[in-house]
């Protein structure tokens, strides 16, 4: 097994500090402190900071932060909402979960701070139904910081008010989708709209709303505390800072790892996650979650974690979750997994998406089932790339990209099938 220097840790800093989900255990290891300094300074120099720090999103679509929240129009007049999207469902991914779990001031430290940055008063966390020992701790974590007078009237006795709602969802992955989250938490189904309008201009109730996942709110604490300059140092010229990846499959430890960006995938793998389990070989690893193309072993052997390198490689960082398939694993029983969830999961507006995912399934049974013939490859092939960028939101993109990388990266794997006629 290869030994690899501890990880690089930011916002996982304390996460083994016993009952750090207290209060009175999160502030011992200086928590809030970032805060009480947030409140005294002006809003848009904290904008400033993270904007230096090059942040990008840690929800999956790697948008900057810190122009996120620069594009908030603050005059309208409206009220300005902040939205903590904490509904991560995408299969492979658990880091929020882990962040909820064990140290929950420190989101909510990020949320005071953010709130104030884009003059908010009420920010919701929307978390994931099944998500049920978080959604206890979180709202434990909210009494606490109300009891302290860390929300509410006059925040750490300044003149501001924030108010923090912990919302339960009720088990859609498309509520994760920040405007499906957004017609969710307003009381209606969790249809995604389509944009523009952005939701930093006309969100919840046609408010502007800026919407930020747990771990980039996470991570706003320490950005502040120690600059934006001192972020951008860890990672690389357009992957800023370190973020956290969960690692699953056939690996002797698998959990969630903080890395700086930039650092080799095969690091991940033979280092934090101790190497591939009994000694397999590798066949495939999935990089950011079930929605991003996977990758070869050779494309393994040269991939570093940061979002110009998966670019290249035609595939994604998405929310950071690494799945390490072995080569004993059936690849066409897993795809055909993962079209049944984005079936199942398809909120039914747009034809590509509710009609591409259902066949996208069928096709892909029949295929590993050994019933799929020439003609069902090519039809796979067709619909996915006619699902491509062409509906109100990315899930249909989600459901065709997985397919489109299987087909183009691993030939053989559909070989019998296109030898049937
Ligand atoms: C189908 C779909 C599901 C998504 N699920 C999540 C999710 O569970 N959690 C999350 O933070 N972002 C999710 N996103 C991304 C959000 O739409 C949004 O980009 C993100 O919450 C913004 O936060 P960030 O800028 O901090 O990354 C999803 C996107 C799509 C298309
Ligand atoms: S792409 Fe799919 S999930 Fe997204 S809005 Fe359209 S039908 Fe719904």
């Given at each position: 097994?290869?030994?690899?220097?501890p990880?690089?840790?930011?916002?996982?800093?304390n996460?083994?500090?016993?009952?750090?989900?207290?209060?009175?255990?999160?502030?011992?290891?200086?928590?809030?402190?970032?805060?009480r300094?947030a409140?005294?300074?002006?809003?848009?120099?904290?904008?400033?900071?993270?904007?230096?720090?090059?942040i990008?999103?840690?929800?999956?679509?790697?948008?900057?932060?810190g122009?996120?929240?620069?594009?908030?129009?603050?005059?309208?007049?409206?009220?300005?909402?902040?939205?903590?999207?904490?509904?991560?469902?995408?299969?492979?991914?658990?880091?929020?979960?882990?962040?909820?779990?064990?140290?929950?001031?420190q989101?909510?430290?990020?949320?005071?701070?953010?709130?104030?940055?884009?003059?908010?008063?009420?920010s919701?966390?929307?978390?994931?139904?099944?998500?049920?020992?978080?959604?206890?701790?979180?709202?434990?974590?909210?009494?606490?910081?109300?009891?302290?007078?860390?929300?509410?009237?006059?925040?750490?006795?300044?003149?501001?008010?924030?108010?923090?709602?912990?919302?339960?969802?009720?088990?859609?992955?498309i509520?994760?989708?920040e405007?499906?989250?957004?017609?969710?938490?307003?009381?209606?189904?969790?249809y995604?709209?389509?944009?523009?309008?952005?939701?930093?201009?006309?969100?919840?109730?046609?408010?502007?709303?800026?919407?930020?996942?747990?771990?980039?709110?996470?991570?706003?604490?320490?950005?502040?505390?120690?600059?934006?300059?001192?972020?951008?140092?860890?990672?690389?010229?357009?992957?800023?800072?370190?973020?956290?990846?969960?690692?699953?499959?056939?690996?002797?430890?698998?959990?969630?790892?903080?890395?700086e960006?930039?650092?080799?995938?095969?690091?991940?793998?033979?280092?934090?996650?101790?190497?591939?389990?009994?000694?397999?070989?590798?066949?495939?690893?999935?990089?950011?979650?079930?929605?991003?193309?996977?990758?070869?072993?050779?494309?393994?052997?040269?991939?570093t974690l940061?979002?110009?390198?998966?670019?290249?490689?035609?595939?994604?960082?998405?929310?950071?979750?690494?799945i390490?398939?072995?080569?004993?694993?059936?690849?066409?029983?897993?795809?055909?997994?993962?079209?049944?969830?984005?079936?199942?999961?398809?909120?039914?507006?747009?034809?590509?998406?509710?009609?591409?995912?259902?066949?996208?399934?069928?096709?892909?049974?029949?295929?590993?089932?050994?019933?799929?013939?020439?003609?069902d490859?090519?039809?796979?092939?067709?619909t996915?790339?006619?699902?491509?960028?062409?509906?109100?939101?990315?899930?249909?993109?989600?459901?065709?990209?997985?397919?489109?990388?299987?087909?183009?990266?691993?030939?053989?794997?559909?070989?019998?099938?296109?030898?049937h006629?």
């Amino acid at each position: 097994m290869k030994l690899l220097a501890p990880e690089r840790r930011i916002i996982l800093k304390n996460i083994e500090t016993p009952n750090l989900h207290q209060l009175s255990v999160y502030q011992a290891a200086g928590g809030y402190q970032t805060a009480r300094k947030a409140v005294a300074m002006n809003p848009d120099a904290i904008i400033e900071e993270v904007k230096k720090s090059g942040i990008r999103g840690r929800g999956g679509a790697g948008f900057p932060t810190g122009s996120k929240w620069g594009f908030v129009p603050f005059k309208t007049g409206k009220p300005i909402y902040l939205l903590c999207n904490a509904d991560e469902s995408e299969p492979g991914c658990f880091k929020d979960r882990l962040l909820l779990e064990r140290n929950p001031h420190q989101l909510i430290e990020g949320i005071i701070i953010a709130s104030f940055a884009v003059r908010s008063l009420k920010s919701y966390i929307y978390i994931r139904g099944e998500y049920a020992t978080a959604a206890k701790v979180v709202q434990k974590a909210i009494d606490e910081a109300y009891g302290q007078g860390f929300l509410g009237k006059n925040v750490m006795g300044s003149t501001h008010t924030i108010d923090v709602v912990l919302h339960r969802g009720a088990g859609a992955y498309i509520c994760g989708e920040e405007t499906g989250l957004i017609s969710s938490l307003e009381g209606k189904k969790g249809y995604p709209r389509l944009k523009p309008p952005f939701p930093a201009v006309s969100g919840f109730l046609n408010c502007p709303t800026v919407v930020n996942n747990v771990e980039t709110l996470s991570t706003v604490p320490w950005i502040l505390a120690n600059g934006g300059e001192a972020y951008a140092t860890y990672g690389t010229e357009q992957s800023r800072g370190t973020r956290l990846f969960c690692v699953s499959g056939w690996v002797n430890r698998p959990g969630v790892y903080e890395e700086e960006l930039g650092c080799t995938l095969r690091d991940m793998i033979d280092g934090h996650a101790g190497g591939m389990k009994e000694g397999a070989k590798l066949k495939a690893v999935i990089p950011g979650g079930s929605s991003t193309p996977p990758l070869t072993p050779e494309e393994v052997d040269k991939a570093t974690l940061d979002f110009e390198t998966m670019a290249k490689f035609g595939t994604f960082l998405g929310a950071g979750g690494i799945i390490v398939i072995p080569d004993h694993f059936p690849l066409l029983k897993l795809l055909e997994r993962l079209t049944e969830f984005y079936w199942d999961e398809s909120c039914g507006q747009c034809t590509p998406c509710r009609e591409g995912t259902g066949w996208l399934y069928k096709m892909m049974k029949a295929i590993e089932h050994g019933k799929g013939t020439a003609q069902d490859v090519a039809n796979l092939q067709k619909t996915a790339n006619q699902m491509m960028g062409v509906t109100i939101c990315a899930l249909s993109d989600a459901a065709a990209m997985p397919v489109l990388g299987f087909l183009k990266k691993f030939p053989n794997e559909f070989k019998s099938a296109r030898e049937h006629t």
